[in-house]
């Protein structure tokens, strides 16, 4: 072989060598958007696995709310006959001259008793009246009132003498129940309620819860 064909052959092997070492590479394969549930496979690439979707267990608890426990509904009867429950200091009226005062229920005392002023014992045609009056607790005014006597007794008192009272018949109201009652006409400017009522009017008629006071709704 001659120079000539051997600087021919040199530069062939150059220009081969060249176009090797400067052929660009392949790009790389791309996956196109996927469904979020699957990853597809790209050509000429290996299979892709999704990752299994992790599943987080979160426990809660819930305290559950204490049950309200409301109170039962208070009895307003009571006893085999059915008695009205009434308390210890209620709302009565007093007739005649239908006033209405604070009293005290009572059962340790005998009689119904309320306080009475300018007491008189009078006779009309052979038979005994008592004139005397009573006080209204709101407006402090006197109302005379005139009734029949129908007895005296002799209360005594604590570290006293015993003292006489006159005693008539009056209707006193309290709640629903309206009584004609036997009463003591006394002096009770230093009690703390002008009326008392005792077991003259109690019994058989109602039934007294000394824990309670004003329970006793007025009549319509």
Not at 187 to 209: F, K, S
Request: hydrophobic share 40%; with cysteine; aromatic share 4%.
């Amino acid at each position: 072989m001659n120079w000539i064909s051997r600087i021919i052959l040199y530069l062939t092997l150059n220009i081969v060598a060249g176009c090797s070492v400067f052929e660009s590479k392949p790009e790389a394969q791309q996956c196109a958007a996927t469904e979020p549930v699957s990853c597809p496979v790209c050509p000429g690439a290996e299979s892709l696995q999704c990752p299994e979707p992790q599943v987080v267990e979160k426990i809660v608890t819930v305290t559950a709310p204490s049950p309200v426990i409301s109170a039962p509904p208070k009895a307003t009867t009571a006893g085999k006959m059915n008695l009205p429950i009434v308390g210890a200091i209620e709302w009565a009226t007093v007739e005649p001259g239908d006033i209405r005062m604070e009293a005290r229920i009572d059962t340790g005392a005998e009689f119904t008793s309320v306080h009475a002023e300018d007491i008189q014992l009078v006779e009309k045609d052979g038979k005994r009246w008592v004139h005397f009056s009573l006080i209204k607790p709101d407006t402090a005014e006197k109302v005379a009132v005139e009734r029949r006597l129908r007895k005296k007794i002799k209360i005594r008192q604590s570290d006293s003498e015993k003292q006489t009272r006159y005693v008539v018949e009056m209707w006193i109201t309290l709640g629903e129940i309206r009584s004609l009652v036997e009463v003591t006409l006394s002096d009770r400017d230093h009690m703390e309620y002008p009326l008392l009522i005792g077991r003259n009017m109690l019994v058989d008629t109602m039934i007294v819860d000394v824990s309670d006071r004003h329970t006793v709704k007025s009549p319509k």
